[in-house]
């Protein structure tokens, strides 16, 4: 019996020292498990500089295309190219060749477009960003060339009618590089040691733009409707200088957008994400404030950190 007790007494004594020792290390694993929490969350919670690059899709509104209708009150206007002689007759020799019109025939330009629109561009960028906590202060550049194209009209008058006989669409277009300078504030929501985490943005817009062309087409012969002789009038053979004048310049906006941000790692993260302007080109005749639009994709890596 007492051999028996003995041994009661021993496997109660080892029960009591695991149990003991169970409930002393659980406050102890909970305080590590709080710990890893923490040093995951600081983990991706940082301060410090990220830098990167986007690609997206830039669409701009409002009535800006316009400037490249060639209509008289634009800065570049089809009449500059009419009012040659040289290149009115050349026009009108290959207008006769091609049967628009007969030789004791004139024409003139009938009517011009009124709703020309930007097609959808490229739009590429870089971009730095100081971010602190779920906060970033950024400065981003982006570049996109913007074209428009429309038709004008031409109409026919035979030396014998009042009224014009027939009418003839003409292209006209036009191309202009635009710099986008952005500088604002992004906040971050969503838990910080997540993959996947949104995003606010907003701030102040500088733009530069700059004329590449403005041309028409008349039975596939382009004519440059901008003034690159000044007070020079164009004779075929003579020496001129051209000089293309500086057309464009600085505007000025705002923005506001959003998106997702990926952590694909520590370092690396994806943004897909939307921005909104309402902003004005400088463009003589044409500097209202209108609505545009970015979508874009941005690829971003950390370079430093307060960890």
Request: glycine fraction near 8%; hydrophobic fraction near 35%.
């Amino acid at each position: 019996i007492s051999v028996f007790n003995s041994c009661l007494f021993i496997f109660l004594l080892m029960s009591a020292s695991v149990f003991s020792q169970k409930t002393f290390n659980a406050p102890e694993k909970n305080n590590d498990d709080k710990k890893k929490k923490v040093k995951k969350e600081k983990q991706v919670r940082f301060n410090g500089w990220r830098v990167g690059g986007e690609i997206g899709a830039y669409i701009p509104t409002g009535n800006s295309a316009n400037y490249f209708n060639g209509s008289p009150g634009n800065e570049n206007n089809i009449q500059y190219v009419l009012s040659n002689y040289t290149w009115y007759n050349e026009i009108k020799t290959n207008l006769v060749n091609q049967q628009v019109l007969n030789s004791n025939d004139t024409f003139f330009v009938a009517d011009y477009p009124t709703n020309m629109k930007y097609k959808v561009a490229m739009n590429l960028g870089v971009f730095a960003r100081y971010a602190f906590s779920d906060n970033e202060i950024f400065f981003e550049g982006n570049y996109s060339k913007l074209t428009a194209t429309d038709v004008f009209s031409v109409g026919v008058v035979p030396p014998t009618y009042l009224t014009f006989k027939q009418v003839f669409l003409y292209p006209v277009w036009g191309s202009l590089n635009l710099i986008n300078i952005n500088i604002g504030y992004s906040r971050l929501f969503g838990k910080s040691w997540s993959a996947l985490q949104y995003y606010i943005e907003a701030g102040v817009n500088i733009n530069n733009t700059k004329i590449k062309e403005s041309k028409i087409t008349i039975e596939s012969h382009d004519y440059n409707i901008i003034n690159v002789y000044g007070n020079q009038t164009y004779i075929p053979g003579n020496s001129l200088q051209e000089v293309p004048p500086n057309e464009g310049g600085l505007g000025f906006g705002i923005f506001a957008g959003g998106g997702i941000k990926l952590n694909l790692s520590p370092v690396i993260s994806i943004e897909p994400g939307v921005n909104m302007y309402w902003n004005k080109y400088n463009l003589l005749g044409y500097k209202e404030f209108d609505l545009k639009f970015n979508a874009f994709i941005r690829l971003s890596y950390k370079l430093t950190s307060d960890l």
